[in-house]
């Protein structure tokens, strides 16, 4: 039964973030915007975060959980390294953003999908006492900030501050951070059958 909740829990939310970034993908082939490329980039890692967690509950083995839960740290990790690089960049070399209002929407869109996403297996994983669950919600929630960034940014420029998008990037980078200290420690502390690791 544990099992079945988990993989029910995963299939959901990849689901979730499976039409989210369906829909981003459209917007982004009509406005070609970078900033919507990263958050692109972003969601897609969070969705294919699901496989080795999704591959943990059908061994049925919480040792593989928490494995997979460090892969997925591991994954909110390497997020924050590419945010933070991309913020670099944005610094040395600003980049101008064009077709605001769409970047906008689809910045809501992607904040919409992955807390949704999150919240599901953010529940699933304090039910199941899974740190591998509770990991990838977390990571979840991180690329919905991501996507909220998007919408700053592009509020930001549009009022003539051309330095938003990556004093938002820096903001961001830290939020990352703080999330991969916190799966880092719910994984790390984790016991089988023990739901009090849930931070």
């Known amino acids: 039964m544990r ?16 039409v989210t970034a369906l829909v981003q993908v459209a ?20 969705a294919a975060t699901a496989i080795p967690v999704g591959i943990a509950f059908l061994m049925r083995s919480f040792r593989a959980e928490k494995v997979a839960g460090l892969f997925v740290v591991f994954a909110i990790f390497v997020s924050a ?44 994983g304090r039910t199941l006492a ?5 990991a990838d919600g977390n990571h979840a929630r991180v690329d919905g900030f991501v996507s909220l960034g998007v919408v700053m940014s592009a509020i930001g420029v549009a009022l003539g501050f051309d330095l938003t998008d990556p004093i938002v990037g820096l903001a961001i980078t830290l939020v990352i951070l703080k999330i991969t200290w916190d799966s880092w420690r719910t994984v790390r502390g984790a016991e089988p059958g023990d739901p009090a690791h849930e931070r």
């Not at 070399?93 to 919409?112: N, R, T, Y």
């Open 3 to 18: 099992s079945r909740a988990g993989l029910r829990a995963v299939g959901w939310s990849l689901a979730i973030l499976g």
């Open 27 to 46: 917007i982004f082939v009509v406005t070609g915007s970078v900033a919507l490329l990263a958050d692109l980039i972003h969601n897609f890692g969070d």
């Open 81 to 124: 390294c590419v945010a933070l690089y991309e913020t670099i960049l944005r610094f040395i070399d600003p980049q101008p953003l064009s077709h605001l209002g769409a970047l906008a929407a689809a910045g809501v869109i992607g904040f919409l999908g992955n807390e949704v996403a999150a919240q599901v297996r953010l529940r699933a």
């Open 130 to 134: 899974s740190p591998a669950l509770i």
